[in-house]
């Protein structure tokens, strides 16, 4: 778990058209073409009405050994975890098991503000508990098998960073804690509690606790791209519990989600206060809008997976993205799939490039900054490509597009040089900024 990255998607906003006739074959067209330019690996799946209406799987469980991924590959599905952990607690909350306002020191007495944070301040990330994967030493052990003992003694001496239910701010270690009080009330580990509660009632076949992954039981490793898929590190099982540990496949985490938002898990008392948002979350869920659609859903990363599940309840309609690896804005694929399931109009793109030589992409290196943002980049070359490293992030790929302009896919942004000022214009979600070499 690099660090389970959670998004929320923003859709475009305009008046809603809900086409029974989902365009199938432009869609294959889509997912076919990201497949031929190695820019996505995975499953996608869309429900109406309880009915599988389109399901599609492109790229490799295992790129090395060429085993094709097909509609029960499984996939590490990283913080859409968090889901399933809400309706668990919810569901030992209609139990009588647990109280939403009960506070947590019984359970962590070490913990900071223990007597003031109650379960509810969990599942609303109101807790003000730092997150554990944001530590600047979270990648060099997440690899490692952690204990619980280790990691709650981390949480307790990383403080707090707010008075509880003062502010939100998204933390993994709620969730971790929440699996870690499940697992108290029920005398069992989490992936057992995971199987009696939701796992089996709904007879998903293909959605578990996981483990490190076994290509010949069709679970992915997931990949980077270096001028070819390379396999990721995976992240120790020992570690992500209910924040980011399931794994499943994109047609059981479309039936999950159905099943949810037809009252067959919840009842509808807990499935409305599920649902009710402060400061933007839910209990597990956000809103996931696409034009006057309301949807609710969440979005997981971990290693190099990539997940969205989201349901509409005005249309019944469910949708899912499993991902094993991808070199695209995220966000533009689920727009994609709701755009052929709404009836709306999108694109297959073209990914055009040019072949730049080492001379060439020399004359686009160096570390610029702007005024008008605090962020540096620093671009450099790797034998012939030219990568880019922004402040605090990760290493990333710009691919050359036309002359003196690069794009990063990932983040539909694009950088426009003027060699001979020594800038790039940096265009990204409709904004523009200017960096000067420094």
């Not at 009915?51 to 097909?70: E, M, P, R, T």
């Not at 997976?305 to 309840?313: D, E, Q, R, T």
């Amino acid at each position: 778990m690099k660090k389970i990255v959670f998004i929320l998607v923003s859709l475009i906003i305009a008046q809603n058209i809900w086409s029974q006739n989902i365009d199938k074959n432009k869609l294959d067209n889509y997912f076919d073409t990201l497949s031929k330019y190695q820019r996505f690996m995975g499953s996608v799946s869309v429900m109406h009405k309880g009915k599988l209406i389109y399901n599609k799987s492109v790229g490799y469980v295992d790129f090395d050994a060429q085993i094709k991924a097909n509609h029960e590959s499984k996939y590490r599905i990283g913080s859409i975890s968090k889901t399933f952990t809400a309706v668990l607690i919810l569901k030992a909350v209609e139990n009588k098991k647990l109280d939403l306002k009960s506070t947590i020191e019984t359970y962590f007495p070490s913990l900071p503000n223990a007597n003031n944070i109650n379960i509810s301040h969990l599942l609303y990330h109101r807790s003000g508990i730092p997150n554990f994967t944001d530590s600047k030493e979270y990648m060099t052990w997440n690899t490692q098998p952690k204990t619980q003992d280790e990691l709650i003694q981390m949480i307790s001496d990383s403080g707090s960073d707010f008075e509880p239910d003062t502010k939100v701010s998204y933390s993994n270690s709620n969730y971790y804690l929440l699996s870690i009080i499940l697992e108290k009330v029920y005398k069992k580990n989490f992936g057992e509690i995971l199987k009696s509660e939701i796992v089996k009632p709904l007879k998903l076949k293909n959605t578990y606790y996981g483990q490190p992954a076994n290509p010949k039981e069709n679970e992915c490793f997931s990949y980077k791209f270096e001028q070819n898929w390379l396999k990721d590190n995976q992240t120790d099982m020992s570690i992500p519990l209910g924040a980011g540990g399931i794994v499943s496949t994109s047609s059981d985490l479309v039936f999950f989600i159905n099943a949810l938002f037809g009252e067959k898990i919840l009842k509808k008392s807990t499935l409305e206060t599920m649902k009710t948002l402060k400061d933007h979350y839910g209990m597990g869920l956000v809103n996931v809008p696409f034009y006057k659609e309301k949807g609710f859903g969440h979005t997981g990363g971990i290693d190099a997976f990539w997940s969205i599940l989201a349901y509409y309840p005005k249309s019944e309609i469910a949708f899912s993205i499993t991902s094993n690896a991808s070199r695209l804005n995220n966000n533009d694929i689920a727009v994609a799939i709701l755009s052929a399931t709404f009836n709306k109009p999108f694109e297959i793109p073209q990914f055009k490039t040019i072949a730049l030589t080492i001379e060439q992409l020399d004359a686009y290196t160096g570390t610029f900054a702007s005024q008008q943002i605090p962020l540096k980049i620093t671009l450099s070359r790797r034998e012939n490509q030219l990568i880019s490293q922004a402040t605090g992030q990760v290493e990333t790929i710009l691919e050359a597009i036309d002359k003196d302009v690069f794009a990063l896919h990932q983040a539909g942004a694009v950088f426009e040089f003027d060699l001979s000022q020594q800038t790039f214009i940096l265009k990204q979600n409709g904004a523009e900024f200017l960096f000067k070499k420094e």
